[in-house]
């Protein structure tokens, strides 16, 4: 419920037709998005902001974009140092599939820190795509970020994140020589210039219990 409207729906983004629908049913509609481009310098003031003025928590709002602020700059901090014959890169993200040698999905959702630092995603498409061999060889990215997740169950997926405190570094040697072992991939850029990254993913279970935590 919401201090100036019975009733408000929030969305990332809303077709017109579903717009339509939804205000057809006496609903207000408020999108906001901390997702496409979070490091955008107006960022949390269009979307925290504009949550805590619907539901009149102002004040708590504020703290929150301040909160938010001044962690996002820590990020925009050491991108402003990365050189500029960095810049243009070609990055390919993959969520760790099944195994090592079961490609898993690359995407450019969630992963805006990307363009943010100059670099360019090699996957320009929309959602999720699933390459192959051929495909990661004809792009021959610079860099390769697999993404360690356990959100589809995967036990790798621990390795990185909340639960891998007893992960020591050459576990994570190894898994990075059995992906460069891949197929082809001895002659990547990314491969030869010993730019094979890993990341972790946090699910939204976890994201719960942080965030429980810092309260």
Do not use: H
Not at 20 to 36: E, F, H, N, P, W
Not at 95 to 110: A, F, P, Q, R, W
Not at 121 to 134: C, L, Q, R, V
């Amino acid at each position: 419920r919401s201090t100036l409207f019975p009733y408000t729906t929030l969305f990332r983004s809303l077709a017109e037709e579903s717009f339509k629908i939804t205000t057809s049913m006496g609903c207000a509609v408020l999108c906001i998005d901390l997702y496409s481009d979070s490091y955008a310098p107006d960022a949390a003031e269009k979307s925290i902001l504009a949550v805590g003025k619907a539901v009149g928590v102002e004040k708590r709002a504020q703290a929150l974009t301040d909160f938010y602020n001044e962690q996002a700059k820590k990020v925009t901090d050491v991108i402003a140092g990365i050189p500029d014959s960095e810049k243009g890169k070609k990055v390919y993200v993959e969520i760790m599939g099944s195994s090592v040698k079961d490609y898993g999905s690359t995407t450019n959702m969630g992963v805006c820190e990307i363009s943010a630092a100059g670099l360019k995603n090699a996957y320009t498409g929309n959602s999720y795509e699933t390459w192959n061999t051929e495909k990661i060889l004809a792009e021959n990215p610079d860099i390769i970020i697999i993404a360690f997740t356990q959100y589809y169950g995967l036990k790798k997926g621990a390795l990185l994140g909340y639960d891998s405190k007893s992960t020591t570094d050459e576990q994570l040697e190894k898994l990075a020589e059995e992906y460069k072992s891949r197929p082809g991939w001895s002659s990547l850029s990314a491969v030869k210039n010993g730019k094979v990254l890993f990341i972790y993913l946090c699910q939204r279970s976890e994201e719960r219990r942080v965030g429980k935590e810092c309260r």
